[in-house]
T-cell receptor, first 112, second 112 residues
Framework: QQQVKQSPQSLIVQKGGISIINCAYENTAFDYFPWYQQFPGKGPALLIAIRPDVSEKKEGRFTISFNKSAKQFSLHIMDSQPGDSATYFCAACAGNNRKLIWGLGTSLAVNP | DAGVTQSPTHLIKTRGQQVTLRCSPKSGHDTVSWYQQALGQGPQFIFQYYEEEERQRGNFPDRFSGHQFPNYSSELNVNALLLGDSALYLC???????????FGPGTRLTVL
């Protein structure tokens, strides 16, 4: 059972365009939702994270939109650049142990 | 400030052997989590260590064991290696009440 469902599996965007990746969850106990960026052969790097008491958070070109009632959250990458080409993972966690539950990832390719 | 470091970078073993992977957390962090990431998949939680004890465990067999030292560094041990254990093993550290987990570059384990 996939507790965090991520879509699309892959995405191709033109340089300067907007990349949008969506995630949905079932467990209402989740209270922290990070997005990670991963390049081939490297560890995931935290991009941006949000908590359920906020509907939107922006850091530079990256924005998280959060819809608590729909149990969905999304990552928007504005002015996408070829250097943004990577795999993006959404995740969620709850409880004292803060175990991250991950989506399956989205492979983003930004064409020059 | 050094981030999370892992050693070795790459490792090749044969079936049935045992392996030990090492992780040094980010300065000031006291919690270490280990994840397994198969090729093309999202990370899967193995276990988490805090105050030298295993605090939570994912769905991994007892062949996977770990240890945390007084300086918060950690080891992941895998016994009786199987071909299916081939993966990128990621260590993440976090500290105090912070939710953010910072990942190391990973150790690529290949089992032949």
């Amino acid at each position: 059972q996939q507790q965090v469902k991520q879509s699309p599996q892959s995405l191709i965007v033109q340089k300067g365009g907007i990349s949008i990746i969506n995630c949905a969850y079932e467990n209402t106990a989740f209270d922290y939702f990070p997005w990670y960026q991963q390049f081939p052969g490297k560890g995931p790097a935290l991009l941006i994270a949000i908590r359920p008491d906020v509907s939107e958070k922006k850091e530079g070109r990256f924005t998280i939109s959060f819809n608590k009632s729909a149990k969905q959250f999304s990552l928007h990458i504005m002015d996408s650049q070829p250097g943004d080409s990577a795999t993006y993972f959404c995740a969620a966690c709850a409880g004292n142990n803060r175990k991250l539950i991950w989506g399956l990832g989205t492979s983003l390719a930004v064409n020059p | 400030d050094a981030g999370v470091t892992q050693s070795p970078t790459h490792l090749i073993k044969t079936r049935g052997q045992q392996v030990t992977l090492r992780c040094s957390p980010k300065s000031g962090h006291d919690t270490v989590s280990w994840y397994q990431q198969a090729l093309g998949q999202g990370p899967q939680f193995i276990f988490q260590y805090y105050e030298e004890e295993e605090r939570q465990r994912g769905n991994f067999p007892d062949r996977f064991s770990g240890h945390q030292f007084p300086n918060y560094s950690s080891e992941l041990n895998v016994n009786a290696l199987l071909l299916g254990d081939s993966a990128l093993y990621l260590c993440a550290s976090s500290g105090g009440a912070q939710d953010t987990q910072y990942f190391g570059p990973g150790t690529r384990l290949t089992v032949l």
